[in-house]
């Protein structure tokens, strides 16, 4: 089973930026897909962006403002947001995906591991 940790949320500016950590632990000597999603107020929790931990293609839904990126040696994903908008507040969650394949992963259904996610909040 892999445990992720997120960490590294806070408040920030309109036009600011943040970067967002996952630590991941377990076994991490899988093949598995690494992903964020966030949750506003009311809302359901959506998809922000994946990657496969043994490197690859990543997927994201802002591309112009949002990457996704993994430092193997530190056994760490991040989400590097720039230009970030009041829109973007939401708690943020990092999950893994140890069995769906990778076509699952921009659904919450993909995911068997989440943390205890991180607040975001961009002030106007």
């Known amino acids: 089973q892999v445990h992720v940790v997120e960490s590294g949320g806070g408040l920030v500016q309109a036009g600011g930026s943040m970067r967002l950590s996952c630590s991941v632990s377990?076994?991490?000597?899988?093949?598995?897909?690494l992903g964020w999603f966030r949750q506003a107020p009311g809302k359901g929790r959506e998809f922000v962006a994946a990657?496969?931990?043994?490197?690859?293609r990543t997927s994201v839904t802002d591309k112009a403002r949002f990457t996704i990126s993994r430092e193997y040696g530190k056994n760490t994903v991040y989400l590097q947001m720039n230009s970030m908008k009041p829109e973007d507040t939401a708690v943020y969650y990092c999950?893994?995906?140890?069995?769906?394949?990778?076509?699952?992963?921009?659904?919450?259904?993909?995911?068997?591991?989440w943390g205890q996610g991180t607040q975001v909040t961009v002030s106007s």
């Open positions: 999950a893994a995906a140890a069995y769906a394949p990778a076509s699952e992963w921009e659904s919450t259904r993909g995911y068997d591991g």
């Open positions: 377990g076994r991490t000597g899988t093949n598995y897909g």
């Open positions: 990657v496969p931990w043994s490197g690859g």
